[in-house]
């Protein structure tokens, strides 16, 4: 089935530093979705990218789409606490379900 | 307000013992998932149901079992049988199978097996 591998697993950052997580696969995307989920909470679904070189942008957050649909990144400018938690990406195996990655915990020094 | 609910929040069991966890949506969303994260891992889906009165095995669904008798419930009972259900336990649903749309997720039941 369909797999993916998120890099990197974990992340430690300054407040104000930038912060990139990256999910790649090695076959094409149909889409892919992105999601956070807080310490002690639950996922909550930030964006989708369905588009070859999709590029969204949520304030600080910025989402793209690889050309070859294999691979998406997050970006998030500036840091600050609140951004502190797991990300995760995720991908629809046959429209049936979705297959997450492993995470990205990020941490931020205040 | 519209969403899922899932109870209890904290569950204590003792070895050996069947437990059933809640998940309750009013989305009217067709299908519902069950997922379960492990301390600083990812989600590994159990079960899913794309419609009332079927339902499909996940990557791990030795030891548990489920139901969806109605649209807006998907009870998930971790059996005996499995071998180390301590453990995040998150129950979704998404609008309908055959579209790309988002997953919303319950709060979690965190299961503790002594």
């Known amino acids: 089935g369909q797999q993916v591998m998120q890099i990197p697993q974990y992340q430690h950052v300054q407040e104000g530093e930038d912060f990139t997580t990256y999910c790649n696969s090695s076959?094409?995307?149909?889409?892919i979705q992105w999601y956070k989920q807080r310490p002690g909470g639950h996922p909550v679904f930030l964006i989708q990218l369905v588009k070859s070189g999709e590029v969204k942008k949520q304030k600080r957050l910025t989402f793209q789409f690889g050309e070859a649909k294999k691979n998406s990144s997050l970006h998030i400018t500036a840091t600050q606490t609140t951004d502190v938690g797991t990300y995760f990406c995720?991908?629809?195996?046959?429209?049936?379900?979705?297959?997450f990655g492993q995470g990205t915990r990020l941490t931020i020094n205040p | 307000d519209g969403g899922i609910t899932q109870s209890p929040k904290y569950l204590f069991r003792k070895e050996g013992q069947n437990v059933t966890l809640s998940c309750e949506q009013n989305l009217n969303h067709d299908a519902m998932y069950w997922y379960r994260q492990d301390p600083g891992q990812g989600l590994r889906l159990i079960y899913y149901s794309h419609i009332v009165n079927d339902f499909q095995k996940g990557d791990i669904a030795e030891g548990y079992s489920v139901s969806r008798e109605k649209k807006e419930s998907f009870p998930l009972t971790v059996t005996s049988a499995q071998k180390n259900p301590t453990a995040f336990y998150l129950c979704?649903?998404?609008?309908?199978?055959?579209?790309?749309?988002?997953?919303?997720f319950g709060p979690g039941t965190r299961l503790t097996v002594l």
């Open positions: 076959t094409t995307l149909s889409n």
């Open positions: 995720a991908v629809d195996q046959g429209a049936q379900k979705l297959v």
């Open positions: 979704a649903s998404r609008r309908d199978w055959s579209s790309y749309n988002e997953q919303f």
